[in-house]
Nanobody
Framework: VQLQASGGGLVQAGGSLRLSCKAP???????????MGWYRQAPGKQRELVAT???????DYADSIEGRFTISRDNSRKTTWLQMNSLNAEDTGVYLC???????????WGQGTQVTVSS
């Protein structure tokens, strides 16, 4: 089972992208039980957490992106977004969508979407 991530691409520094993550309805019938998140992995670096959002809208952001990125979700559409503004070269990487069940800890991942920021 994979989450369906999309929206990556090539953008110039200072530009914006909006990533989407769609959860398959057959599995995520209790979507509101999942904390949704975005991670990223740059070449040669460890995977890092970018942002998370609970079903109630509580958000957490990595210090490196706070103020530039916004995570949001629509529980009825089982979709999570990551709006990324003021992108810079350090934001380059594969962005992965994650769903973590808030009680049993079960996790699911998307296939990743490439974001490349040219300076």
């Amino acid at each position: 089972v994979q989450l369906q991530a999309s929206g990556g691409g090539l953008v110039q520094a200072g530009g914006s992208l909006r990533l989407s993550c769609k959860a398959p309805g057959s599995i995520f019938s209790t979507y509101v039980q999942y904390v949704m998140g975005w991670y990223r992995q740059a070449p040669g670096k460890q995977r890092e957490l970018v942002a998370t959002i609970s079903s109630g809208g509580d958000r957490d952001y990595a210090d490196s992106i706070e103020g530039r990125f916004t995570i949001s979700r629509d529980n009825s559409r089982k979709t999570t977004w990551l709006q990324m503004n003021s992108l810079n070269a350090e934001d380059t990487g594969v962005y992965l969508c994650n769903a973590r069940h808030r009680t049993n800890g079960a996790e699911f991942w998307g296939q990743g979407t490439q974001v490349t920021v040219s300076s």
